[in-house]
T-cell receptor, first 115, second 113 residues
Framework: GAVVSQHPSRVICKSGTSVKIECRSL??????MFWYRQFPKQSLMLMAT?????????EQGVEKDKFLINHASLTLSTLTVTSAHPEDSSFYIC???????????FGNGTRLTVT | QKEVEQDPGPLSVPEGAIVSLNCTYS??????FMWYRQYSRKGPELLMY????GNKEDGRFTAQVDKSSKYISLFIRDSQPSDSATYLC?????????????FGTGTQLKVEL
């Protein structure tokens, strides 16, 4: 089945620094990738839709200047959390699909802790 | 009212039991329905993917969709402790590839020995 690889799995950073999370589709080309965040015992909340070669589309309430998304190729999308603050601590998950009728497959998530 | 409603549980069952997980939704445009399993601190894993109404079976898992009632179910037969996880329903109005999913809140399942 389709495999989405996400790195790092866990990161701890100091307040004010930036963190980059990578999401790769290993065995398919993903024209579109999605970025979610998930708080403990809550469902996934869509942050943004990333389209290869174009600007990402952000959901209402998500700061595009804070959460920078780059989708430079059909197999790689990155999310950079800039000037991270403790309230940005969360579980970030990416997903992608191979097009057509194929469903979304998810990465294993990145647990971000900002101290 | 949320677009997708799902009982968060927790649901605790003995090993070997039949588990029934359910979601209701309000958007009649939803046509594609998915069930994901999420273990703690992991990303969701696709279990079942169905289109429109009907049943789909895969091993111990059966997914049912009743569009007239806007109700979907996931049945797990002969449940095992390894099935203990959070189960998320998800749906979309158009085909999966480049389209956003709407998720339920997830049901936490615990299968006890």
């Amino acid at each position: 089945g389709a495999v989405v690889s996400q790195h790092p799995s866990r990161v701890i950073c100091k307040s004010g620094t930036s963190v980059k999370i990578e999401c790769r589709s290993l065995d398919f080309q993903a024209t579109t990738m999605f970025w979610y965040r998930q708080f403990p015992k809550q469902s996934l909340m869509l942050m943004a839709t990333s389209n290869e070669g174009s600007k990402a589309t952000y959901e209402q309430g998500v700061e595009k200047d804070k959460f920078l998304i780059n989708h430079a190729s059909l197999t790689l999308s990155t999310l950079t959390v800039t000037s991270a603050h403790p309230e940005d601590s969360s579980f970030y998950i990416c997903s992608g699909a191979g097009g057509g009728n194929s469903p979304l497959h998810f990465g294993n998530g990145t647990r971000l802790t900002v101290t | 009212q949320k677009e997708v409603e799902q009982d968060p549980g927790p649901l605790s069952v003995p090993e070997g039991a039949i588990v029934s997980l359910n979601c209701t939704y309000s958007n009649s445009a939803f046509q594609y329905f998915m069930w994901y399993r999420q273990y703690s601190r992991k990303g969701p894993e696709l279990l079942m993917y169905t289109y429109s109404s009907g049943n789909k079976e895969d091993g111990r898992f059966t997914a049912q969709v009743d569009k007239s009632s806007k109700y979907i179910s996931l049945f797990i037969r002969d449940s095992q402790p390894s099935d203990s996880a959070t189960y998320l329903c998800a749906m979309s109005a158009t085909t999966g590839g480049g389209n956003k999913l709407t998720f339920g809140t997830g049901t936490q399942l615990k299968v006890e020995l």
